[in-house]
T-cell receptor, first 116, second 118 residues
Framework: AQTVTQSQPEMSVQEAETVTLSCTYD???????LFWYKQPPSRQMILVIR??????QNATENRFSVNFQKAAKSFSLKISDSQLGDAAMYFC?????????????FGTGTRLTIIP | GAVVSQHPSRVICKSGTSVKIECRSL??????MFWYRQFPKQSLMLMAT?????????EQGVEKDKFLINHASLTLSTLTVTSAHPEDSSFYIC??????????????FGQGTRLTVV
């Protein structure tokens, strides 16, 4: 079974600074997808960024980028120029690419606080 | 685009009654929807996978007779909590995947339903 581990329950960063959230996973599959979701106080899950395992290039979305290390099974999220609106719970998630195994497995989450 | 609507957002019910939660994909078709449960300050735990036109697949430890799932159309899945008890109080979230197109790799989430059983 796949597992996703987020070792940082809480993180804080000064506004406008950069912060990196860690995520590791365990799988025996070669093809899969990785995601970072943001859950603000409203509890609406918002997709931040996704990475296909077959792509070597790290995904980027504006101020958000990932460092995907397939061999190390590591998938960290970097937030640049942190803004107050970035404060939320961040969940790393894994999804297999095999038919019938399309569910998301989530990590335990990292609560990010932005310090004004 | 890619909107999933979940209703109601909050519900309070008496112990022993049943509650139905709806999950709709508004602008895409979803052959598969997922139901999660989230306890305070914890992660999302998958309860079941809802398949259009067939029986749901439940995760280990989830009582299928208690959490009834119906996925009668490509845009609607419902979760019914039967004979609810206080321990069923939780935040329930649905998600759906677009069955076709470039968005088929990601899941879109509803707003969640906070269930309180008194």
């Amino acid at each position: 079974a796949q597992t996703v581990t987020q070792s940082q329950p809480e993180m804080s960063v000064q506004e406008a600074e950069t912060v990196t959230l860690s995520c590791t996973y365990d799988t025996s599959e070669s093809d899969y997808y990785l995601f970072w979701y943001k859950q603000p106080p409203s509890r609406q899950m918002i997709l931040v960024i996704r990475q296909e395992a077959y792509k070597q290039q790290n995904a980027t979305e504006n101020r958000f980028s990932v460092n995907f290390q397939k061999a190390a099974k590591s998938f960290s999220l970097k937030i640049s120029d942190s803004q107050l609106g970035d404060a939320a719970m961040y969940f790393c998630a894994y999804r297999g690419d095999n038919f019938g195994n399309e569910k998301l497995t989530f990590g335990t989450g990292t609560r990010l606080t932005i310090i004004p | 685009g890619a909107v999933v609507s979940q209703h109601p957002s909050r519900v309070i019910c008496k112990s022993g009654t049943s509650v139905k939660i709806e999950c709709r994909s508004l602008d895409f078709q979803a052959t598969t929807m997922f139901w999660y449960r989230q306890f305070p300050k914890q992660s999302l735990m998958l309860m079941a996978t809802s398949n259009e036109g067939s029986k749901a697949t439940y995760e280990q430890g989830v009582e299928k007779d208690k959490f009834l799932i119906n996925h009668a159309s490509l845009t609607l899945s419902t979760l019914t909590v039967t004979s609810a008890h206080p321990e069923d109080s939780s935040f329930y979230i649905c998600s759906a995947r677009d069955s076709a197109g470039a968005r088929r790799t990601e899941a879109f989430f509803g707003q969640g339903t906070r269930l309180t059983v008194v």
